[in-house]
């Protein structure tokens, strides 16, 4: 049986580069944030549902409306939670469903996600650094960065529940870091 492994790692810790470079080394990795996307616009199932769950405006004229749904999810804690017992099974079976072993989850644990692999892989750096890059990535002030890191794990919660680490400060190359976790893995380049 293949290992199924999962990249993971607080907001600004920099796993999508760390993906990226696993890409660049011919790994597939699925990107569980750009399938909830994809299948929130596209599957008539999930479409059906939200619009059920959020109201008519879920959807203008067949698109998604983010707006509408950023509005119902803010509007209680609750209401997280009943988006994603929509979308997340359905992004669970898509994986499945890809053939591939690698995924990218940010929210790997409060998800559930898990159980669909083998190995976690968590990608840590320091709080400064995480907040400077969503601040500069996404644009807004260091307020609204650390209330979005508060709606995830704590990353030392992260990476003791994880099989390996990869630190991505800045400073520490990864490339190494990466031949170690194929080593770990018992893998090389040309298995993926």
Not at 6 to 19: D, E, M, R
Not at 42 to 67: F, H, M, Q, W
């Amino acid at each position: 049986m293949e290992t199924k492994v999962a990249v993971t790692g607080g907001i600004g810790s920099g796993k999508s580069h760390v993906c990226h470079l696993l890409s660049q080394r011919g790994v597939r990795v699925y990107d569980c944030d750009a399938a909830a996307k994809r299948l929130m616009r596209c599957d008539p199932e999930i479409k059906s549902r939200l619009t059920a769950l959020v109201g008519s405006d879920a959807y203008i004229d067949g698109s998604l409306n983010k707006a509408a749904i950023a509005q119902f999810i803010m509007a209680g804690e609750e209401n997280v939670g009943k988006v994603n017992s929509i979308v997340h099974p359905a992004v669970a079976r898509d994986f499945i469903n890809s053939g591939m072993k690698w995924m990218e989850c940010a929210i790997l644990f409060e998800s559930g996600f898990q159980q669909y692999v083998d190995v976690v892989v968590c990608v840590t750096a320091p709080l400064e650094t995480r907040i400077r890059r969503v601040v500069n990535r996404d644009g807004i002030s260091t307020e609204k960065a650390l209330e979005w890191m508060a709606r995830q794990w704590p990353q030392e919660q992260v990476a003791a529940h994880s099989h390996f680490i990869i630190v991505n400060d800045g400073i520490t190359d990864i490339d190494p870091q990466i031949n170690r976790l194929f080593e770990y893995l018992g893998e090389t380049e040309q298995h993926f």
